[in-house]
């Protein structure tokens, strides 16, 4: 079980009228996550979501807070804990991408996990065996991010996070990598944090969705998914 | 004609030294300069291109005062260490250095920028710290900034002569240069060795710079072909 | 013999033999030198523009004492100075004037005072020929559009050629037509390559370059009259470091030998 409470001041982002009234906005988020649960996170852009996500996995630092795993802690602002990414359980799935331009698709994720027989297996997972030695610029967007994908998952993390994944993809892809993600997610049952801002998306794979606005959580709902 | 080959010898022994130490003295400088945000970075950076300001000789000058074996600083490091930075090669090492310095540090610094954020949190977020993460993603991705450092260091260190002439006193295999060998046969109205002297070195430099050059093209292509990673 | 003559033939032997002793003197001076004992590596400083003679008179040194070496190492005047003021490993210092030596010696940093070895001569050079008729006022033709011409505040022939032109009340005529130079070298690099005309030093003419001009006189180089500008005096200094140092007092001795000075002859310059 992943805990949290944590508060940031964020900048507001953009040019708008509402940022020159309020330049900055208060991120306050209390929430739990339970042992293989899909939890999705909504929201307009600049409501704080990835911060959010950015602050579970030790990218940013929250003002106020705790961030717990099954009782062990990763950040408590009280008793000045802050774990870097490194030793956190994590595996993070980027918007773009982010693969090792120089290491192809197996080394990419032999960065992960040394164990080659495991690596391949992991690339076999995601429908990319046979592109294993091709170097990322050999690859179409929707392999990528399946590369990014297995990366994340190699080293066996507790928690998965996954920074609105699909928002690079084109339509026609973005339903079979959801559909990747999701047995993924199912078949390995591992903790899922997604950020994303499209209804769709989530209820297609996600098993509670939270709502935030202007860094507030405003609402909690499970979802119903074939 | 005099004709001498021991300033090529000490030009190179220069250039080689100058080139490595910088490379790798000056990264650490280069990843603060490209990545931190505090608010002293910018007034720290722009006292490195210092000695881009400064007329060569002046800052010989002012390298000969400092380390002169009268100051007092020259007494120390003569004293303790028996160590001399004026008309010394490792003198005209360390000069060299600080002239050298923009160079190396710029081309480096570019070539750290030029890496998206993602990919170096995508490194920490699989469990590398930030040494590992360095030697393993950072370094294989920015060889042409890397070349372009060694190659700028090194062609401007081969023809670097007011420093030079400062503070080496141009004495034969120790600090006489082939740009300072060229000025002396000039000088001395010998201008058939200065022709040979200045040959020589343009055609080496030439093929050298030409060579690193290939190198960098043939990585720039490749990385142009990379799609948004 | 009467009396009159007895005392000039009394007085004409004496001073032949003095003047036999004084070249014994010399020649013991040099020869006072223990070949063995000078042979070390000895380094010369010098002006730059004395780099065509320090040629001669290292080989000519090295050849007289096979043990020993010799290496001249050129520069500005004002940064050789500057130099050995901070250290530098320099043996002697071969100037093109009089005044950087004696700054050495105020500075407390020389063996002895300063020694005169030789006088520059101011010669006014031109690549095409010229009527030298009318001496430095060809200077004043319509045709002559420019001249190069050592700055006369840090250079000595600069200084030099501007006495001498206005001594002759030139200077006001001919002054927009300098071309300033930072150094002799400078000087004669500007006559060679940009104005075709300018005021050299004499030895200049001994070097490679312009030897083919050296039995011109009165077509292509006239020698300035030197009742027109101050001695260009020429002076070295030996450093207080060499002070013992054989092979140093020996190229000392070299420079103010009869072999030294025929070699600045042959080299453009005057004996002091």
Redesign the interface.
Known sequence: MIQFELEKTLKRPGKSKERLEKPSFRLEVKFALAKGQFVGILGPSGSGKSTLIRCLAGLEKPDVGFIRLDGFTWFDSHLTINLPPQQRSIGMVFQDYALFPHLSALGNVLYANSDRPKAMEWLDRVGLADHASHLPRELSGGQKQRVALARALAREPELLLLDEPLSALDEELRADLGELILSVQRSTRITALMVTHSRQEIARLCDTVIELKSGKLVSEKSCQKL | MTIDLLPFAVSLQLGLWVTVILAVCMFPFAWIFARSTKAWVPWVESLFSLSLVLPPTVLGFYLLLFFSPLSPLGQFLDNTFGLRLVFTFPGLVLASCIAGMPFMITALRNGIMAIPEHVLEASWTLGKGRLETIWHVVLPNMRPAILAGVITTFAHTLGEFGVVLMIGGSLPGISKVVSIAIFERVEAQDFASAHVYAGILLLTSYVGVFLLNRIQRTQRLRDARRDSV | MATKHRWSCIVLLLSLSSQTYAQNLNFSATNGFDSNKVADSI?VAAA??L??V??LLKSAFEAKYAKASV?F???ASG?LS??I??????QLFLSADLEFPKRIFDAGLAAARPQIYARGMLILFSLKALEFKKGLAVLSDPTIKQFALASPEIAPYGKAGREALVSLGLWDLVKAKIVTAQSI?QA??FTIGATGIGLINKS?LY????ASFIDKEGLNWYQVDDSLYSPLVQAYVVLKSAASNQTTMAFAGFLSSREGKAIFLQAGYALP
């Open positions: 380094i730059a523009n780099a065509s320090g040629d290496t190492v050129y520069g940064a500057a130099q003021q901070n250290g530098a490993p320099y070298s004669i690099q200049a070097s490679k370059n312009l």
